[in-house]
């Protein structure tokens, strides 16, 4: 099985700052990559897919990179809305979840 | 409206039985692979089951395999999970997920989850 950790597991970061979230798998998934938002008490919200397919609707503000196994998703300049929990999302060989990043207002 | 709604989620003792129903509108269903995914209030999110269109092929967390059931009526528009034997550790939101392609593979993002139903298992 694939497994995914991310890093860091909480960030503190202030509106308008750069934010920069690595995720990990532990063998090569090619670029079968999603990144998803998670705000309290709602469902996930797709992101990026294909490591920096950016899902329609989404802000230019998030990007994403990588291949292999090493990707980021970048915030380029964090929003009050952008404060939430963050997961990647291996979809290679079946499905794996990250553990998740929460960001948080410093 | 493109839309997931799931029900049949409650209290349950361990052991017992559970079916959880994905009522789904606003798309073709029988287009998509659909998928269950799980999360523990306050933790993270874990891939349960998935099930391709035309239910030629299903999938399994290990975690899972053995006591769940997953299938669909594309008749109906609808996706289910058996849950049997369940156990504490299923205590968990249960979230109905659409697969946006290709419809005939497990591995996939999801673009649509619907808002998820709660399977509480304790005595």
Redesign the interface.
Known sequence: ?IQMTQSPSTLSASVGDRVTITCRASQSISR?L?W?Q?KPG?????LI?KASSL?SGVPSRFSGSGSGTEFTLTISSLQPDDFATY?C?Q??????????TKVDIK | EVQLVESGGGLVQPGRSLRLSCATSGFTFDDYAMHWVRQVPGKGLEWVSGITWNSAHIGYADSVKGRFTISRDNAKNSLYLQMNSLRADDTALYYCAKAPSPPQQLSSYFDLWGQGTLVTVSS
């Open positions: 099985d079968w999603a998803y998670q709602k469902a996930p919200k797709l897919y899902q997961y999302q979809y290679n060989s079946y499905v794996t979840f990250g553990p998740g």
